[in-house]
């Protein structure tokens, strides 16, 4: 019905022309690397290391403890130096393995055997995506090896392949489709393969002409792959968005995408996917957008995994003397940081810098009742009234009025012109009901 | 390692930035564009209008300023409050008059609520009700339109709780010669403007204009003047055709305070619904009570209780259109 789009949603400034051009170069290695335990979805790695100990680049430092978990592996040769509490992006101190980098190692992976992707069975494939160590690249983290195995009950028929980049400033993936179309399709020839699915769509905003030429150009005459262009708009990435504009099914509330016979994966995630089948090499570094008007020289980057955003903000020439904001993922759903040595994790799409005068630090009015969020909210919530509930914490009220349908894209504090923070009342609303339930269990 | 990094961050939650509209910016516009309203009743009724205005403004501000939070007075919503009060007075109410009904109107349509956003009622239409309860001869007398510009039009100087004295030269306006006399008004006069009535209320045209500025910056929803427009057209065509003494539409719309009420009173953010469906509503209803206040009702004119009757609902009118929430009811049966 809405093809190529969805209905509301918002329109903030692209800002990536700062990086959109700009080829993807690799950062040298840090001095240190510190990776915490905690990266994905669901349960954190195992450790599996112990200070003192020499780890090679590609070694694993964590192991996956359960199902929906997966390994950390060490994404430069050096020594563990300590083991133990450190700035976590989320802005808590979380368990993380620090490493001293050999400045005089080759930083070569281990010899090891790349099974050929075609002779192995589906769980074999799964099996290999785990052990990698492969989460969604597109900021949530959720382990890929989940979706690989969906229920059985369910039959997928489609693959969506994420390429909207509906952050703004962020180009990560933008210029892996542009760069490695030839990647990406291969990834994608892995998975249709594993999940026994004939059908794939990849979905790429217009205002990526360069990206969506390069995928046509590459596309394999063997499978039946689509490239769809898609509407400008704030949150096409988002799942429920993206498979709407994709099949024009809305996924039903509190579903999963596979009841409507679907599985979405990042780009980046894909590409991770054929470096698996490539080269056997485990996800130790991404492609990172380091961009905003606060930064010298933004740039996108293959970072290793565990840079701390110091290094990283230094190797980009620096911050201008404004710069106010430090954000870890786009400016719609990221989250500032209050210290530079937490480091740059498996699901750090960018990292960008605001100015001062780009900041949200200004005063809150009351809620006028204009009405604009109610027209933003793209899962068609009334945001308004959620918010009066939220400050007064009528919980119970707000799970009546779908709160759990939130994804907390902050569509509607974007356009709130009293600039009331609700995407973060709803957050704060969503832990309250959570330790409550928890609490009552 | 010590890099050129900023000193001091700052950590605010997720969306980091916004559109770059804000509530005093909305508020302000509103302000602006009610100038060229002021300008023409200025036109028609000389320095009284303006003095009528400045009282009731003041008046509001006064109020605000007293007893609102500190700093309300910049979001500017006290100064769209006065500016409509004193817009729907008469151009010779006695000036304590009009500044005791922004008064009023702030601290008892607004402040009692709890402030901006909290109100259920238009404030400047709960002003002028209180002045209709309290001076309800003043409220009614309407002074002749024209004259020379810096001539005092009724007894604006009355001192405080004294009957003005009403020797000024009065006219009625177009709804009371209808209901009262049973005589027409011609329509380009209604049209221009030219004839008794409030301050603000005679200019139809300048009125539509600052509306339309004001939805072309989505700064209020068309839909509700648009909706009150088109039932008060609907309803007194067919009421017209049922009974030809009844006035048509176009008399309906340009007589009165619809003008005024439709574009800026009814598309108050606060008091008006928040859901599309919702105006619709709200305005439908505003239209058949203007229209059956006027034709049925003991007052000339009803476009104030209209206003005040559907503010009253609108916290049931925004629950019964809640929209459908994304992946339930139409495709959600999975």
Same mark, same amino acid.
């Given at each position: 019905?809405?093809?190529?789009?969805?209905?509301?949603?918002?329109?903030?400034?692209?800002?990536?022309?700062?990086?959109?051009?700009?080829?993807?170069?690799?950062?040298? &290695?840090?001095?240190?690397?510190?990776?915490?335990?905690?990266?994905?979805?669901?349960?954190?790695?195992?450790?599996?290391?112990?200070?003192?100990?020499?780890?090679?680049? =590609?070694?694993?430092?964590?192991?996956?403890?359960?199902?929906?978990?997966?390994?950390?592996?060490?994404?430069?040769? /050096?020594?563990?130096?300590?083991? =133990?509490?450190?700035?976590?992006?989320?802005?808590?101190?979380?368990?993380?393995?620090?490493?001293?980098?050999?400045?005089?190692?080759?930083?070569?992976?281990?010899?090891?055997?790349?099974?050929?992707?075609?002779?192995?069975?589906?769980?074999?494939?799964?099996?290999?995506?785990?052990?990698?160590?492969?989460?969604?690249?597109?900021?949530?983290? &959720?382990?890929?090896?989940?979706?690989?195995?969906?229920?059985?009950?369910?039959?997928?028929?489609?693959?969506?392949?994420?390429?909207?980049?509906?952050?703004?400033?962020?180009?990560?993936?933008?210029?892996?489709?542009?760069?490695?179309?030839?990647?990406?399709?291969?990834?994608?020839?892995?998975?249709?393969?594993?999940?026994?699915?004939?059908?794939?769509?990849?979905?790429?905003?217009?205002?990526?002409?360069?990206?969506?030429?390069?995928?046509?150009?590459?596309?394999?005459?063997?499978?039946?792959?689509?490239?769809?262009?898609?509407?400008?708009?704030?949150?096409?990435?988002?799942?429920?968005?993206?498979?709407?504009?994709?099949?024009?099914?809305?996924?039903?509330?509190?579903?999963?995408?596979?009841?409507?016979?679907?599985?979405?994966?990042?780009? /980046?995630?894909?590409?991770?996917?054929?470096?698996?089948?490539?080269?056997?090499?485990?996800?130790?570094?991404?492609?990172?957008?380091?961009?905003?008007?606060?930064?010298?020289?933004?740039?996108?980057?293959?970072?290793?995994?565990?840079?701390?955003?110091?290094?990283?903000?230094?190797?980009?020439?620096?911050?201008?003397?404004?710069?106010?904001?430090?954000?870890?993922?786009?400016?719609?759903?990221?989250?500032?940081?209050?210290?530079?040595?937490?480091?740059?994790?498996?699901?750090?799409? =960018?990292?960008?810098?605001?100015?001062?005068?780009?900041?949200?630090?200004?005063?809150?009015?009351?809620?006028?009742?204009?009405?604009?969020?109610?027209?933003?909210?793209?899962?068609?919530?009334?945001?308004?009234?959620?918010?009066? &509930?939220?400050?007064?914490?009528?919980?119970?009220?707000?799970?009546?009025?779908?709160?759990?349908?939130?994804?907390?894209?902050?569509?509607?504090?974007?356009?709130?012109?009293?600039?009331?923070?609700?995407?973060?009342? &709803?957050?704060?609303?969503?832990?309250?009901?959570?330790?409550?339930?928890? =609490?009552?269990? | 390692?010590?890099?050129?990094?900023?000193?001091?961050?700052?950590?605010?939650?997720?969306?980091?930035?916004?559109?770059?509209?804000?509530?005093?910016?909305?508020?302000?516009?509103?302000?602006?564009?009610?100038?060229?309203?002021?300008?023409?009743?200025?036109?028609?009724?000389?320095?009284?209008?303006?003095?009528?205005?400045?009282?009731?403004?003041?008046?509001?501000?006064?109020?605000?300023?007293?007893?609102?939070?500190?700093?309300?007075?910049?979001?500017?919503?006290?100064?769209?409050?006065?500016?409509?009060?004193?817009?729907?007075?008469?151009?010779?109410?006695?000036?304590?008059?009009?500044?005791?009904?922004?008064?009023?109107?702030?601290?008892?349509?607004?402040?009692?609520?709890?402030?901006?956003?909290?109100?259920?009622?238009?404030?400047?239409?709960?002003?002028?009700?209180?002045?209709?309860?309290?001076?309800?001869?003043?409220?009614?007398?309407?002074?002749?339109?024209?004259?020379?510009?810096?001539?005092?039009?009724?007894?604006?100087?009355?001192?405080?709780?004294?009957?003005?004295?009403?020797?000024?030269?009065?006219?009625?306006?177009?709804?009371?010669?209808?209901?009262?006399?049973?005589?027409?008004?011609?329509?380009?006069?209604?049209?221009?403007?030219?004839?008794?009535?409030?301050?603000?209320?005679?200019?139809?045209?300048?009125?539509?204009?600052?509306?339309?500025?004001?939805?072309?910056?989505?700064?209020?929803?068309?839909?509700?003047?648009?909706?009150?427009?088109?039932?008060?057209?609907?309803?007194?065509?067919?009421?017209?055709?049922?009974?030809?003494?009844?006035?048509?539409?176009?008399?309906?719309?340009?007589?009165?305070?619809?003008?005024?009420?439709?574009?800026?009173?009814?598309?108050?953010?606060?008091?008006?619904?928040?859901?599309?469906?919702?105006?619709?509503?709200?305005?439908?209803?505003?239209?058949?009570?203007?229209?059956?206040?006027?034709?049925?009702?003991?007052?000339?004119?009803?476009?104030?209780?209209?206003?005040?009757?559907?503010?009253?609902?609108?916290?049931?009118?925004?629950?019964?259109?809640?929209?459908?929430?994304?992946?339930?009811?139409?495709?959600?049966?999975?």
């Amino acid at each position: 019905m809405f093809a190529g789009g969805f209905r509301h949603g918002v329109h903030p400034r692209e800002e990536k022309e700062l990086t959109s051009r700009l080829p993807i170069r690799r950062m040298p &290695f840090p001095d240190e690397i510190v990776l915490p335990l905690r990266q994905h979805a669901g349960n954190p790695a195992k450790l599996c290391v112990r200070v003192g100990d020499h780890v090679e680049r =590609g070694d694993p430092v964590g192991l996956a403890d359960g199902w929906v978990s997966v390994p950390i592996h060490a994404s430069a040769a /050096g020594t563990v130096t300590e083991i =133990g509490l450190w700035p976590h992006p989320d802005g808590s101190m979380a368990p993380s393995v620090r490493i001293a980098v050999d400045r005089y190692a080759a930083q070569v992976l281990r010899p090891r055997m790349v099974p050929h992707w075609e002779g192995l069975s589906v769980d074999e494939v799964v099996r290999a995506v785990q052990d990698a160590g492969v989460v969604g690249l597109g900021g949530a983290a &959720f382990p890929t090896h989940v979706k690989l195995a969906p229920p059985s009950d369910h039959a997928v028929h489609t693959l969506i392949i994420n390429g909207a980049e509906c952050e703004p400033y962020l180009t990560s993936d933008h210029r892996t489709m542009a760069e490695y179309p030839e990647r990406v399709l291969f990834g994608i020839r892995v998975m249709m393969h594993a999940m026994q699915v004939g059908k794939c769509v990849v979905g790429v905003e217009r205002n990526k002409p360069d990206a969506i030429a390069a995928l046509v150009q590459a596309l394999p005459p063997d499978l039946d792959i689509s490239i769809l262009p898609l509407t400008v708009k704030y949150p096409q990435g988002a799942e429920k968005m993206l498979i709407q504009a994709v099949t024009g099914v809305e996924v039903p509330s509190g579903k999963l995408p596979v009841t409507v016979g679907v599985v979405v994966q990042n780009v /980046g995630s894909v590409a991770a996917i054929a470096e698996v089948f490539e080269t056997g090499l485990p996800l130790i570094e991404r492609i990172v957008t380091v961009s905003g008007h606060g930064l010298r020289r933004p740039a996108n980057l293959i970072v290793p995994v565990g840079t701390k955003l110091r290094d990283l903000l230094t190797f980009c020439g620096g911050v201008t003397p404004d710069a106010a904001e430090v954000i870890i993922g786009g400016p719609m759903m990221g989250q500032a940081q209050a210290n530079l040595d937490a480091p740059v994790l498996k699901g750090t799409t =960018g990292v960008v810098v605001l100015e001062k005068h780009e900041t949200r630090l200004e005063k809150v009015y009351p809620c006028i009742h204009c009405g604009r969020c109610l027209e933003a909210c793209p899962v068609f919530l009334n945001p308004s009234l959620l918010g009066d &509930f939220a400050r007064v914490a009528r919980y119970d009220d707000m799970v009546d009025l779908h709160l759990a349908d939130c994804m907390l894209c902050g569509s509607c504090a974007y356009v709130c012109p009293s600039n009331i923070p609700l995407a973060q009342l &709803f957050q704060a609303s969503k832990v309250a009901l959570r330790r409550a339930k928890a =609490g009552a269990a | 390692m010590s890099a050129p990094l900023a000193p001091k961050l700052i950590v605010t939650a997720s969306p980091h930035v916004r559109s770059q509209d804000s509530t005093p910016v909305i508020m302000w516009n509103v302000v602006g564009s009610l100038a060229p309203v002021i300008v023409a009743a200025a036109w028609f009724f000389g320095v009284s209008a303006l003095l009528v205005v400045t009282a009731a403004a003041l008046g509001a501000l006064f109020t605000e300023h007293s007893i609102g939070r500190g700093g309300s007075l910049a979001d500017g919503s006290a100064v769209i409050t006065g500016l409509l009060l004193g817009l729907s007075l008469p151009p010779g109410l006695p000036l304590w008059m009009a500044f005791l009904g922004g008064a009023f109107g702030i601290g008892f349509g607004k402040l009692v609520w709890g402030g901006l956003g909290q109100n259920v009622f238009n404030p400047a239409l709960v002003g002028r009700a209180f002045l209709q309860a309290a001076f309800p001869v003043a409220i009614t007398t309407w002074p002749t339109v024209g004259g020379p510009f810096w001539a005092l039009k009724g007894d604006l100087f009355a001192f405080p709780f004294t009957h003005p004295n009403p020797d000024a030269i009065t006219s009625a306006t177009p709804l009371g010669l209808l209901k009262f006399e049973g005589t027409g008004t011609n329509l380009a006069h209604l049209v221009m403007g030219n004839t008794g009535g409030s301050i603000g209320e005679t200019a139809a045209l300048v009125i539509l204009a600052g509306g339309a500025f004001l939805a072309w910056k989505r700064y209020l929803n068309w839909r509700i003047p648009i909706g009150i427009l088109l039932t008060v057209a609907v309803l007194s065509t067919v009421l017209h055709l049922l009974d030809a003494k009844r006035p048509d539409a176009l008399f309906m719309l340009f007589s009165g305070g619809l003008m005024l009420g439709a574009v800026y009173m009814a598309t108050d953010m606060v008091t008006s619904p928040v859901t599309n469906l919702g105006r619709w509503v709200f305005a439908a209803g505003i239209g058949v009570l203007v229209v059956v206040i006027r034709i049925w009702g003991g007052l000339p004119e009803g476009v104030m209780y209209a206003i005040l009757f559907m503010n009253a609902l609108v916290p049931f009118i925004n629950r019964a259109t809640q929209p459908r929430v994304f992946g339930t009811g139409r495709q959600g049966a999975a």
